[in-house]
């Protein structure tokens, strides 16, 4: 089945990123016709034309449109969004195609759902729990309706499913081994209010029978930047070294992330960056108000831009956190385009060289905003000698400028080897996880 042409009057960048977005929306509601000829066709046949599938239909609409506008930013939107998979809140919604062009998969609704016969088929993913993630990832256009999905989630490990559109129910075909009981572990979403106004989601995860009392070792997890979207996962070091101790793990879903779609990024970008900061400010505050712990029973954990996010903790909001785990972090902003791959993240942060940039760059730059007489909660950075995305000096100077000042309880480690993974090998990942968690652990008791 060929895929009809979307029309080809010129339309903008911010139109088409809207077209697509509303599509997405669209897709968590009931699917006509008219919405499926007028939003799905034009998505999946970007979406073939970015991966090529079809390069001899490709190479023809080129030729035939030359420098139509069109064409030019719907290949520069699609390398953006890769196959066109589009991240929602405690959904992923992933976008294939089968021969009958209609493959669709929405974690809210568990299932691969689209156009058929009698206006709409769905199946059911029976093991895509609430709080999991499902993405199709492999699918056969041009000779049958089969699919592909992985699902995973916070107390799912890994599964790749296998099913035919109408006539095989999906099918698991393979799991991962399970690391820790999940038995009577509970995944709750919750809301913060930012300052100003914005609702931020974030994910709980935690023992079904948990009294909120206050008395929970917690760990705040973010990331927020270059729309990147924190989604559930699997982590059989959370379940061992902290879900199963009675620990609560939470994961908040910040602007500067792709959770919402691209504004939910660009509302956290330069100047706007404290948003990102405030946003995982507001979650803390949330989680102590809701009575899951106490300030001093709080850690918060990031690395690389997240190791920013938590610098941030660290030095403007000391007072909300008993533990902070910094790691391979950016924190020196007036220097971090002189360092590494620091330049090329300026369309992120700003330019310190700028003289009006780095006033509001100054505002979130952890290494300079650090002040005597300040109760700093006790804080592990990592890094590695060997990485060379942010390189191991900003967390060594950081660690040096504190234990200069006198403060109390601030480690250091480094690994020789890892890159920006801060370990090389299953070996140095168990050493540098074991020393993370006993920290933690011994930080909020």
């Not at 038995?183 to 974030?202: C, L, M």
């Not at 930047?225 to 996962?233: D, I, K, W």
């Not at 990031?302 to 941030?312: A, E, F, I, K, T």
């Not at 005597?372 to 660690?399: E, H, I, N, W």
Request: negative net charge.
């Amino acid at each position: 089945m060929q895929l009809p042409l979307p029309s080809a009057d010129p339309i903008s960048l911010s139109q088409l990123e809207s077209h697509l977005w509303e599509a997405a929306n669209i897709l968590r509601g009931p699917v006509d016709a008219a919405d499926f000829k007028t939003y799905i066709f034009p998505l999946l046949f970007f979406r073939r034309i970015s991966d090529v599938y079809d390069e001899e239909r490709a190479c023809a609409l080129e030729e035939s449109e030359g420098d139509d506008k069109l064409m030019n930013e719907a290949l520069g939107v699609l390398r953006e969004y890769k196959r066109a998979s589009v991240s929602l809140l405690q959904r992923r919604l992933s976008i294939g195609y089968t021969r009958a062009a209609r493959l669709l998969d929405t974690l809210e609704e568990r299932g691969i759902v689209g156009p058929s016969e009698d206006g709409r088929s769905r199946v059911v993913l029976e093991s895509a729990d609430d709080g999991s993630t499902a993405i199709v990832v492999d699918d056969d256009p041009d000779e049958s309706d089969e699919f592909w999905v992985h699902a995973t989630g916070f107390t799912a490990p890994s599964t790749v499913l296998r099913g035919v559109l109408g006539s095989v129910e999906p099918e698991v075909i393979r799991s991962s081994p399970a690391f820790f009981d999940a038995g009577g572990i509970d995944v709750q979403q919750h809301w913060a209010v930012s300052d100003d106004g914005t609702r931020v989601p974030y994910f709980q995860v935690a023992a079904g029978d948990l009294a909120l009392d206050g008395s929970h070792p917690t760990l705040l997890s973010g990331y927020g930047g270059f729309q990147a979207s924190r989604l559930p996962e699997y982590s059989g070091i959370v379940g061992r070294a902290w879900l199963d101790r009675g620990g609560v793990f939470v994961l908040a879903n910040i602007r500067g992330g792709g959770e919402f779609g691209p504004g939910w990024h660009t509302s956290a970008l330069k100047q706007n960056r404290p948003r990102a900061y405030e946003d995982f400010a507001a979650i803390a505050r949330d989680l102590v108000a809701r009575g899951v712990t106490t300030a001093a029973r709080l850690a918060c954990e990031g690395r690389s831009n997240g190791g920013l996010l938590v610098g941030n903790m660290l030095t403007t909001y000391p007072e909300l956190f008993g533990a902070v785990v910094c790691g391979v972090p950016l924190l020196d902003m007036k220097r971090y385009t002189h360092l590494s791959a620091g330049a090329s993240w300026i369309a992120e942060y700003g330019d310190p060289d700028v003289a009006e940039e780095w006033e509001y760059i100054r505002t979130f730059s952890p290494y300079q905003l650090l002040k005597d007489d300040t109760d700093y909660p006790p804080v592990l950075f990592y890094a590695a000698t060997s990485d060379d995305r942010v390189g191991p000096v900003q967390a060594r100077k950081m660690a040096a400028r504190m234990q200069a000042m006198g403060i109390d309880n601030v480690l250091y480690y480094e690994n020789s080897d890892g890159g920006h993974g801060g370990a090389v090998d299953n070996s140095h990942t168990a050493r540098l996880q074991a020393l993370i968690y006993e920290f933690l652990w011994k930080s909020l008791a």
